[in-house]
C-alpha cells in the first residue's frame, strides 16, 4: 500500500493511494489510529482494513470518486512531518566512498539529520546565505513501525512499517572545510531533508535491497544505481542502531547515496537557484523538489 500525509482545506490527515485517489484513513477506520502515518504503521487492525479498502477500491473507480479526493487535488506533506529521528548512514555505497576519496567503512558510519530540516514532495529547497556548495544525495528510506531496542539482522526487517525517498541534501563546505567537518550541520539547514511522496508498505516493495535508484537534477541523470551495491543493506543498520538506541514509530532511517554527487563531478555541480530535482526509487516513487534561493 501507497500511504501519505496530506493537506486538504484546513485538515491534515492520512490517506491510502489508490490510482489516482487518496482514500482518507481515518474515515475508514473509524477513527483509529488517528490522524498521523506513524501510528498507522504499527497498527495490525487498521492497515488490515485499508487493505480491504485497496482491495475495493482497485476494482471500483466510482466508490474512489465518491469516497476519496483526486490526487491532483491535494496537498502531499512528508509522510512523516516531524520524526523523532533521522539517522543517515555515510559513505554506504562502495563507489561513493571512492569518489568521496574516503576509505570504504568497516562498519556503518552513522550521522543525524534534525528534524526541523524535514520538508515534503514539491516543497522548495532553498538555498541558504551561508552556503553556496549545496549537494543532492537520493536515498533509501525506511520508517520505523514498532519500538525496536537490540533487534538482530534476522528479526529486523519485521520493525520497517514502510519504505520512502529521502534526499539527503547536504552544504558541502560546512561538512568538508569547517573544523571538525560539521556534518550534522551539513545536513540539518532548513529544507534539507526532502522525504516522500508516500511511503509504500513492504508487501509491496519486497527485498529492499533489488531497487533501482536515480537522481535527477533539471532533467539530466547524475545518480543510477541499485540498492543492491550498499555496503550495509536494512537489516544490517537495524542492528548496528539498536545496539546502541531504541528506533521508535515514525522513526526515519536514510541508507546512504549511490555514486554521482554534485561535488564528486568536474566541475562540481552545485544546486542552484531554479533547478528542479527528482528522486526516485523502483516500486516507491518519485520526490520531486524545486529549488530555490532563500529569500
Ligand atoms: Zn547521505
Known amino acids: 500500500m501507497k500511504l501519505a500525509t496530506f493537506r486538504a482545506g484546513n485538515k491534515t490527515g492520512c490517506g491510502l493511494l489508490v490510482g489516482e485517489t487518496l482514500l482518507e484513513v481515518e474515515t475508514a477506520t473509524d477513527g483509529r489510529p488517528g490522524p498521523s502515518l506513524e501510528n498507522l504503521l504499527g497498527d495490525e487492525a487498521a492497515l488490515a482494513t485499508l487493505r480491504e479498502l485497496q482491495r475495493r477500491g482497485r476494482g471500483d473507480a466510482q466508490f474512489c470518486a465518491r469516497n476519496g479526493l483526486p490526487l491532483a487535488e491535494v496537498d502531499l506533506l512528508a509522510p512523516v512531518p516531524r520524526p523523532g529521528k533521522v539517522l543517515c548512514l555515510g559513505l554506504n555505497y562502495r563507489d561513493h566512498a571512492a569518489e568521496s576519496g574516503a576509505p570504504v567503512p568497516a562498519e556503518p558510519v552513522v550521522f543525524a539529520k534534525v528534524s526541523s530540516s524535514v520538508t515534503g514532495p514539491g516543497r ?59 556534518w550534522t550541520l551539513a545536513k540539518s539547514f532548513d529544507t534539507f531533508c526532502p522525504l516522500g511522496p508516500w511511503v509504500v508498505t513492504p508487501d509491496e516493495v519486497g527485498d529492499p535491497q533489488t531497487l533501482a535508484i536515480e537522481c535527477r537534477v533539471s532533467g539530466e541523470l547524475m545518480q543510477s544505481s541499485s540498492t543492491s551495491r550498499m555496503i550495509f543493506g536494512v537489516a544490517e543498520i537495524i542492528e548496528y542502531l539498536t545496539r546502541v538506541l531504541t528506533l521508535e514509530p515514525g522513526d526515519v532511517v536514510a541508507t546512504g547515496t549511490p555514486p554521482g554527487v554534485g561535488f564528486a563531478r568536474t566541475p562540481p555541480r552545485y544546486l542552484r537557484d531554479g533547478d528542479i530535482v527528482q528522486c526516485a526509487i523502483e516500486r516507491i516513487g518519485t520526490l520531486t523538489n524545486p529549488v530555490t534561493a532563500d529569500a
Open 124 to 182: 522548495p529547497i532553498h538555498i541558504p546565505e551561508a552556503s553556496d556548495k549545496i549537494d543532492y544525495e537520493v536515498e533509501l528510506a525506511f520508517v520505523i513501525a514498532r519500538p525496536a531496542r537490540r533487534v538482530t539482522a534476522d528479526r529486523a526487517l519485521d520493525y520497517v512499517g514502510g519504505y520512502t525517498v529521502l534526499n539527503d541534501v547536504s552544504a558541502r563546505d560546512y561538512q568538508r572545510e569547517k573544523p571538525g567537518g560539521q
